[in-house]
């Protein structure tokens, strides 16, 4: 039994500390108000307070970072906590492993591979790119373990208010009325399965194959939102629901006065083009596959 510490309870992190311990192994969750699924230890800290930190990460095996502050937070949330993450990682000699996420890569025009250069313009996402480089870093100069995986937009059980698969997009499609979009509804896009970004942290945290480098998610084939809308439709039994999109002119109003609507503008560039990500890496290296798609989301619709 490993001694696993998982700090964030949202999304990712919540299926992380849950599938860990339904492992057997020794969970502990850490989070600012100190919430956490049922089974594991929960611990009410400030991520940023590096002394606490070491503290807590003191004999682990694994870290595992799935925080993520709001988007308009990061230029001050990030620095401080990815500090604290290093500087646990190498008190403890612990693998230190990073959800990440596809925005360093910038706008693109090919399927994302873990290769491609960072080419970010927005400062919140070179903030993302700097995390990894300092961590690459140190684990090339043998102060620490670590590696990162990255997905696309998430769906599943568990998912928040962030996915534009959430409850914005499941309860009009569950009452049979329009879905109303905040993107185009015919652009295809790459969908990662919650519970196969938690998979994929476990996997990467203890297989050594993994370390010191990136990988992305096992995602399934994209899908538009009128394709998934379709499909989800057909597993309930009911007709093609109807989609509509709210003009962007509207949208960047809305912004003014919504923080969460403002930085919406940052990711436009992800759902107006094709934005397919290339899972081939890790699925040939590991032996998995994506969790089938039907199969997903079934387990979406009746979460």
């Not at 591979?113 to 927005?122: G, I, Q």
């Not at 996997?203 to 990988?215: K, L, Q, S, V, Y």
Request: some cysteine; charged content about 20%; hydrophobic content about 45%.
């Amino acid at each position: 039994m490993g001694k696993h510490i998982v700090v964030g309870s949202g999304q990712v992190g919540s299926h992380v500390a849950a599938k860990l311990a339904s492992q057997g192994q020794d969970v502990t969750v850490v989070t600012r108000s100190g919430s956490g699924p049922e089974g594991v230890t929960k611990v009410a800290a400030d991520v940023a307070d590096q002394a606490g930190l070491i503290e807590i990460t003191r004999g682990a095996d694994a870290i595992y970072n799935c925080v993520n502050p709001p988007y308009h937070r990061w230029l001050t949330d990030w620095p401080p906590m990815a500090a604290s993450f290093l500087a646990a990682a190498e008190a403890s000699g612990a693998v230190l492993a990073v959800l990440g996420n596809l925005y360093p890569y910038g706008p693109v025009s090919v399927p994302m591979t873990e290769d491609l250069p960072f080419d970010a313009p927005d400062p919140k996402f070179r903030v993302r790119s700097r995390m990894w480089e300092d961590a690459l870093a140190l684990h090339r100069a043998g102060r620490i373990r670590m590696t990162e995986v990255r997905g696309s937009d998430y769906f599943g059980p568990g998912a928040t208010d962030q996915s534009f698969l959430g409850d914005r997009f499941l309860k009009p499609l569950r009452a049979g009325k329009a879905i109303q979009l905040v993107w185009p509804a015919d652009q295809p896009h790459s969908w990662t399965y919650l519970p196969d970004v938690a998979d994929a942290l476990i996997t990467a945290a203890a297989d050594e194959r993994a370390w010191g480098r990136a990988w992305h998610v096992p995602t399934a084939e994209p899908l538009t939102f009128r394709q998934l809308g379709e499909r989800m439709a057909a597993i309930l039994g009911r007709p093609a629901p109807r989609m509509t999109t709210l003009p962007w002119p509207v949208l960047r109003v809305a912004g003014l006065f919504v923080p969460m609507i403002g930085e919406l503008r940052h990711t436009r560039y992800q759902f107006t083009a094709p934005y397919i990500l290339d899972s081939s890496a890790f699925q040939q290296t590991f032996d998995v596959r994506p969790t089938p798609l039907d199969q997903a989301l079934k387990a979406t619709l009746a979460a």
